[in-house]
């Protein structure tokens, strides 16, 4: 069992930057796939970003976000961050942090998915004003 808790969120002016970052609890965080996702007013939960296991030398990026956001990982301290400048209005939404444990090649699948994921935390609330 994992556990999740996300924290870096707030109010912030376009153009500006959050880095969030998600705490995970238990000693296997290193063959955990870690993600974000998101969800803005009236919408429906959408992948952001997404960050291999072990070494995380593989990131995922939607379109919406690629070259604002980085996605990293912290093995030593059980935490995925992200990264976000560059922020617009339409980034308004509460982000969540998702792992999922990658022993097989089937479970590698669905990255870009929630299906994808088994573990979430309770999101933080990201606002960018106009």
């Known amino acids: 069992q994992v556990q999740l808790v996300e924290s870096g969120g707030g109010l912030v002016q376009a153009g500006g930057s959050l880095r969030l970052s998600c705490a995970a609890s238990?000693?296997?965080?290193?063959?955990?796939?870690m993600g974000w996702f998101r969800q803005g007013p009236g919408k429906e939960r959408e992948f952001v970003a997404a960050?291999?296991?072990?070494?995380?030398?593989?990131?995922y990026y939607a379109d919406s976000v690629k070259g604002r956001f980085t996605i990293s990982r912290d093995n030593a301290k059980n935490t995925v961050y992200l990264q976000m400048n560059k922020l617009k209005p339409e980034d308004t939404a509460v982000y969540y942090c998702?792992?999922?444990?990658?022993?097989?090649?089937?479970?590698?699948?669905?990255?870009?998915?929630?299906?994808?994921?088994?573990?979430w935390g309770q999101g933080t609330q990201v606002t960018v004003s106009s």
């Open positions: 998702a792992a999922r444990e990658i022993r097989t090649a089937t479970q590698a699948l669905h990255v870009d998915e929630m299906r994808g994921y088994d573990y």
């Open positions: 238990g000693r296997t965080f290193t063959s955990h796939r």
């Open positions: 960050i291999s296991s072990r070494t995380g030398g593989t990131t």
